[in-house]
């Protein structure tokens, strides 16, 4: 059982950056391809972006394309996301995964999910 926390959301004006972290309780999380997915009110959870497993390439959605920045850092246990030049459309719950897997994809289920932290944009 792996147990993931974020932590770093909060309010922030459109144009700037936020810095999310996702801690996770394995003893490592070099096994596991991680991830991050967001909720916006009304709608539906959606792929954010992802890093594998081993190699480390990135994944992400067109909507963040060139704004946002995953990282991992395996002696930490912890996944980041760099989110810069922010848009009021990405207010959301933005929610950890963690897959046993080498690759995380936007299609699929992952094994473990955080609890979820808010971000705010305002106009």
């Known amino acids: 059982q792996v147990q993931l926390v974020e932590s770093g959301g909060g309010l922030v004006q459109a144009g700037g950056s936020l810095r999310l972290s996702c801690a996770a309780s394995a003893r490592t999380i070099s096994g596991y391809a991680m991830g991050w997915f967001r909720q916006a009110p009304g709608k539906e959870r959606e792929f954010v972006g992802s890093?594998?497993?081993?190699?480390?390439?990135?994944y992400y959605a067109d909507s963040v394309k060139g704004r946002f920045t995953i990282s991992r850092d395996n002696g930490k246990n912890t996944m980041y996301l760099q989110m810069n030049s922010l848009k009021p459309e990405d207010t959301a719950v933005y929610y950890c995964?963690?897959?046993?897997?080498?690759?995380?994809?936007?299609?699929?289920?992952?094994?473990?999910w955080g609890q979820g932290t808010q971000v705010t944009v305002s106009s």
């Open positions: 890093i594998n497993r081993s190699s480390g390439i990135t």
């Open positions: 995964a963690a897959k046993t897997a080498a690759r995380l994809g936007p299609r699929d289920k992952p094994d473990y």
